[in-house]
């Protein structure tokens, strides 16, 4: 299997469309494929540069996106997008699909985009991200934008998988305290209240100031405003990310981020595979009966942890 994950990655490099999607496939898939895709993927990453693009269903991140596509494009620069949609398998990537048509970007080489979606269980999606980020690295495009829709845990997961993160607020009393409570102030590198065309684009921001003023985040983000339709903004907005990307590269924060993403990856794989290993040692059964033990209250939950890794029990605990 390493062979075909290689040999499809040699034709990806060179720029074969088919052969990319083919990887992004395994990797969404996961299990034995995902591995080997990461396993000849990983060694060639580091160079890409990853954006995450967060906020609420409908806030205008689809079109944001389309809006800064131009942007780099005009710039003469390729990139790669991935469009995460952790609570449907159809709308995002659909409707960002149709965006991107609209923009005729769709034909564009220098462009790339794909949906993944949840295939079943949430975990999993948190874990494909990083391994699809590896893939477009691996293939060399060196700007990758992930769009998440939502605020839940999973998509703060997601989008803090990036080296920049880019929350997208709207106008409307109310957002930036929404934003605050779904844990989205402690991983946005920069604030954009798109729909700056519609009323209470101020007070939004004025909310938002407020907001920053409490909680006063160690690195203020930037706040922009942005007409996506129009594209009003986006360039400011592509300015202030490549902004923040010097900062995080001129003061050593961006290897400290990506360290500390690695070991977060690494610990969520051994503790996957921990559990695993736990459950097969105990046959699907034995777990079941040792879970109605404690519930029946005769044995305590680390006893129980302590017998399915069939371990000394711990001391302290
Ligand atoms: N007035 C106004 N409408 C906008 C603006 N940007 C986006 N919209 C509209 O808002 C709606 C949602 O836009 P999308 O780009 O699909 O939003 P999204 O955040 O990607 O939505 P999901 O992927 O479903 O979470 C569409 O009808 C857009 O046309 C803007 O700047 N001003
Ligand atoms: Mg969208």
Known sequence: VTRDADALLGKAGAGDRAALARLLSMVERGGDAAREVGAVTHPRGGAAYTVGLTGAPGAGKSTLTAALLGVVRGRAERIAVLAIDPSSPFTGGAILGDRIRMHEHATDDGVMIRSMATRGHLGGLALATPAAVRVLDAVGWPWILIETVGVGQVEVDVAGA???????????????VQASKAGLLEIADVFVINKADRPGAREARDDLERVLDLSSPARRPEVLETVAETGEGAAELWEAVSRHRDDLTRSGELDRRRADRLRDEVAALVAERVLERARQAADGEAFDRLIDEVQARRLDPWSAADELLGSAPTSGR
């Open 162 to 176: 990036a080296d920049t993160t880019v929350v997208v607020l709207n106008p409307g009393w109310g957002d930036a």
